[in-house]
């Protein structure tokens, strides 16, 4: 058997009285996309924290390669190959790509020594392109500002730069929640392309169809407690949505909503009741004003025939 690239087991993290995650238990393999589904509040974001180092877990514990170890900081887990890709990418839309690429690792990319010791920004510059190049996005300009660039694209260069400095496992959070489908297009095929060259991704989203595009197992998060991990071919797309939905809410709501349209439908038979007793009164009311209209006009032709001389 294979072993995990990384694994937690039965780990728990508590706040105080408040328990973001109970018992959670999970492994991520070389070439494999492990999607962690949950709607909000389920605990992906402390589980990921936890795995990239933010957090401590209170109970439980990760293994690297098979072997326990304790992050002491995310510094320390990025430095173990744990790389964390989030929402906001950490990335600064004035500066440009390369430097974005390049940001708190320059040392790797300098020229000179001692005091004259810089940045070699020509040689920076061809491997942000080449990077970039290689998930087929074509940089004419790697010195042009981060914020020039879409969504998908942004997100591209913050995944780009983990898998260059040395990424094993890579962890993205959400990354395709705020794109359109082209651009969530462009990040999907990119996280194929991290499975192609053998890294671990645990891919966290709460949209079932782009976890299912590109995922080969799928853990469902809820309230902090893991539902189970199924391989794609142990479980259906709808299934995994009913999991995350929560089936006996589902059931709930459209109890409710039968109820609904129930009462909806009783106060429409009341109202048109009571429309129809209105409607009578008033064709009654219309009847005798009719009838009263045509007896004074009977009184009146008799009178004014009374009063006609012989």
């Known amino acids: 058997m294979t072993t995990p690239l990384i694994e937690v087991r039965n780990v728990s993290k508590h706040f105080g009285s408040v328990i973001a995650l109970e018992g959670v238990s999970m492994q991520v393999y070389a070439g494999e996309v492990h999607c962690l589904l949950g709607d909000n509040g389920a605990g992906k974001s402390t589980l990921i924290k936890t795995l990239s180092g933010v957090h401590k877990p209170t109970r439980g514990e990760i293994l690297l390669d098979g072997r326990p170890v304790v992050f002491e900081s995310p510094r320390d887990a990025l430095d173990r190959g744990i790389a964390t890709v989030y929402q906001d990418l950490a990335l600064i839309p004035l500066m440009s790509i390369t430097r974005n690429f390049f940001m708190g690792r320059e040392h790797v990319v300098t020229k000179g020594r001692g005091l004259f010791r810089r940045l070699d920004v020509k040689k920076a510059n061809a491997i942000a392109r080449e990077e970039m ?14 914020g020039t ?4 694209e942004r997100q591209c260069v913050a995944i780009a730069r983990a898998v260059y400095f040395g990424a094993r496992v890579l ?12 651009q969530a297009s462009v990040v999907l095929r990119y996280i194929a392309q991290a499975r192609a060259r053998e890294l671990g991704v645990i891919f966290i989203t709460h949209n079932v169809h782009h976890a299912w595009a590109v995922g080969d197992r799928f853990t469902v998060l809820n309230r902090g407690r893991t539902l189970g991990t199924f391989r794609k071919e142990e479980i259906t797309r709808e299934q995994l949505l009913e999991m995350m939905a929560g ?10 909503l039968a109820e609904f349209a129930r009462a909806d439908a009783a106060r429409a038979q009341r109202e048109a009741a009571v429309e129809a007793e209105v409607a009578a ?17 009977a009184l009146h032709r008799q009178r004014r025939q009374s009063q006609v001389p012989e």
């Open 149 to 152: 660039l879409s969504g998908g």
């Open 247 to 256: 089936g006996r809410e589902l059931e709930e709501l459209s109890a409710e």
């Open 281 to 297: 009164e008033l064709q009654q009311e219309l009847e005798e004003t009719r009838h009263f209209a045509e007896e004074e006009r």
């Open 171 to 182: 962890i993205l959070d959400e990354p395709t929640s705020a794109l359109g489908v082209k």
């Open 133 to 146: 190049a290689r998930i087929g996005i074509d940089v004419r300009d790697p010195s042009q500002a981060v």
